[in-house]
């Protein structure tokens, strides 16, 4: 099973994904952690390019073509085997990300976005996206203290010094891109404190299993 996480900046995706998996941890299922950019090793060379607030003049086009590339290693790499292994994979964003960021907030072209993404993907998709949404302003000011609190704000913080109006951009294309697959999203209040927010995640991977004739082991 194929789940990945997504949201604005500060919408406590990781931290969702990390209650999310101690908690199937618990109940037995072998899983694997990962992350786009960055989930391989050529991720984690090219994720300073992407999110370091000191990158200047970085083309989208380029921008997008380095995303790409992190993806199709990271797939080769990291999320096929696992899956193939029989592994449940978390993934902290994916090609949704591309539409959202690339295509709404930056406006290339989204088709053509999705045609690169099963490029570079090889077709593979989530069974499942848990899309963690919050109005922009609160995902602004949490992912500013979170980089503050872990000194980051330089060498994460690219998309945060972005423009209000391209952050609404980004979100309500996520909405977008979530009403047009309602099957495999769930959309998750990411206002909530951690712990309901987990709650939500479990539940909604629970309504998942439930509908494709399986269920969560206890």
Excluded: W
């Amino acid at each position: 099973m194929f789940i990945t996480f997504e949201g604005i900046e500060g919408s406590g995706k990781s931290t969702a994904l990390t209650l999310l998996s101690q908690e199937l941890s618990r109940r037995g299922y072998d899983l694997v952690l990962t992350r786009e950019p960055g989930g391989c090793g050529l991720g984690r060379a090219i994720r300073p390019i992407l999110l370091d607030a000191r990158t200047r003049g970085l083309h989208s086009r380029a921008e997008l073509y380095l995303f790409l590339a992190d993806r199709a290693q990271h797939v080769g790499e990291i999320v096929r085997p696992a899956l193939e292994a029989g592994q449940i994979v978390l993934c902290d964003r994916y090609t949704d990300s591309t539409l959202a960021y690339q295509g709404y907030g930056r406006g290339l072209d989204p088709e053509k976005l999705r045609h690169i993404n099963r490029m570079a993907t090889g077709g593979l998709q989530p069974d499942l996206t848990l899309l963690l949404d919050l109005p922009v302003s609160l995902g602004l000011e949490r992912a500013g203290l979170r980089n503050q609190r872990e000194g980051t704000v330089l060498s994460e913080g690219r998309f945060d010094a972005e423009s209000l109006d391209f952050h609404e951009r980004v979100r309500q294309g996520y909405l977008q891109l979530a009403a047009e697959e309602p099957k495999r999203f769930a959309i998750i209040d990411a206002t909530q404190p951690p712990e309901d927010v987990e709650l939500q995640c479990l539940s909604a991977v629970e309504d998942f299993l439930a509908r494709n004739g399986c269920i969560l082991e206890p």
